[in-house]
């Protein structure tokens, strides 16, 4: 784990974060103690931090990320059943890696793609207007790559 | 020359928008880009030559070369309802575009289109004005704080160019809070300079030379338009020292968020700037006295900052002009939900609820209209025969929800309206920051009351105990967020408490709190495909085959809904 590439210069402690989220769609624990050496901000304020926004995670993600939307255009358009889908067709809980480490799913409050509900992100890109089939095809993809 | 412009938005691109951009150039065509339309229900969009293309497939590509550009004739068959100039199309024509001005008509990503827009003008004339008058000019418009407060703009600018300090900050506040709108987004992903030539404007009005957009980390594609536009008005002299050869020296830093509802709240959102955690701050100081750093500090909402750009270039007197007396200017919405055309929206203030809906949004997709709730999880739910109501931030209050920064969302009878407000509280619950109780554990409390009702544990004494809480979290709380965060709840109470009541009966007509409803197939509608069945997870629940009828066993029945989500034909109904 290394900071290489991440910017201090002037940063603030959430633009640091988001750096290393982005480089490794986590936050090591490790990585919490040299931060909190480097930027001389207690453990206790950087861990207080990552827990209050809901970007940044603690745990390693699978190599393929789900976010399912649950935002209110996505709920009015049964964006529950997605995630029903997910569990009962292959039996991956919102919030968890499955145990192969391929595939996390978690849950979102609107991608800004509202007019396209229900609608999902697979590893950045934007999967709008989901219908079993749609899911049902995404998932195969993803169980099926390695 | 034919010019073909195909919208490159979130929604577009993911309904694949980069597949007919490259069938267009294989077969020889240049294609141009632009930002979100509004109208991404109906994507992947291409104008051709001001000709509306929507819901493209790429083996259409071939017959718009062919036909269109060629031949010079529209594809009938492409069009929508055979418009062919897309301002005519129902979902534009009642619209008035201000803020959306360039929204799907220019390519985001180059500044020259914009300054060919007449993009920068306003700025140059700006700067040969005294500041105050750039001050008046903006309260003379009568623009409020479209990010949902509705605080006239001016005013704020005025008290924050009256603080003595050397330094001053100005802030875009593009941290889209409501969870089912889009506005923010699509402004920043298609029409980036707009707001950035309003954020300068508004450091010159109030003397600051320090601007900041705050924008959340979940739009890539918004910051890394943003982050290019930068970098375009610097080259060309909009930004930097000296800015068009004036004394006056300006720069714009980019700051992401980290996802949380409470950092929309001015100084949360200040708090999350200096890298602390989100947490509303007491008011006053009020941060145009007081703000980032200590220093007076103006924050804006994304749509407030394009709007300021449009005003100092077109004058005051057009904005005042637009909307009715006691709203001017323009409202956006996030038009989405079960109607028939989601999108994004434009429309002059005081047009009524029913216009939007039916009119631009074409109505129902399917179902019956049951409430339209705007605002989002501050917002209220506004009935039927309350549609008439014009939109505007008193007229939307006086009926118990708000403007808010402008989700609009529409449904039918299939949502049952107490699980529609509980889901608001849910959000509040999780997003509450934290800090203070009647937020923290009231929000807590009131998702507990709502869950007896839909669970079928409630009595009278719930809902007097449910409205009490309510207007005590609304009274009690520190922030904006706590305060309305009762809404969802008050106004279903109130236009929907013959609903309330049914619950605690046992009766959920919209057939989704389990055990409080039965389904069965109308038989007249159904035309034996048997998908139902075939949907089904429980064996045995729904027998028949296709040559006699299906019926559903519903001691066998789990109430999963799979068969009513799978059925083409809407034959499944809830009956009581
Ligand atoms: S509500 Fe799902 S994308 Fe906005
Ligand atoms: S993204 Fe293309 S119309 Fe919205």
New binding site residues.
Partial sequence: MEFEGINFKDQSLISVLNQIHAKYNYIPEEMMFDLSDRLKISLSKIYGVITFYTGFKLEKPGKHIIRV???????VNH?EVILEIMRDEFGIEEGKTTEDGKLSVDRV??????A????MELDGQMVGKLTKKKVMRVLREVFEDD | MTEVRICKGTGCISSGAEKIANEFENLGIEVKQSGCHGLCSKGPIAIVDGVFYGDLKVKDVKLIVEDHIKNGKPVDKLLWDHYTKFEEIPFYKKQTRLILRNCGLIDPENIDEYINKDGYKGLRETLTIKPSDVIDSITRSGLRGLGGAGFPTGLKWKIGSEQKSNIKYVIVNADEGD????MDRAILEGDPHSVIEGLIMGGYAIGATQGLIYVRQEYPLAIKRIKKAIDDAKERGFLGSNILDTDFCFEIEIHEGAGAFVCGEETAMIQSITGERGTPQLKPPYPAVKGLSSKPTIINNVKTWSAVSWIMLHGWEEFFKIGNENCHGTAIFSL?GKIKYSGLIEVPMGMTLREIIFDIGGGMEKGKFKAVQTGGPSGGTIPFDMLDTPVGFESMAKIGSIMGSGGMVVIDDSSCIIDFAKFFIDFCVDESCGKCIPCREGTFQLAKLLDQIITGKANEDTLKLLEELSFAIKNTALCGLGTTAPNPVLSTLKYYRTEYIEHLHGICKAGVCKGMYTIQINQDLCNQCGICQRGCPEEGAITGDRKTSFLIINDLCTECNACRLACPKQCIEVVQ
């Fill in positions: 939307c649950t935002g209110t255009a996505c709920y964006s409050a609107c991608i800004g793609a509202c396209l509900a229900p609608v | 969870p089912g709108a889009f989405t």
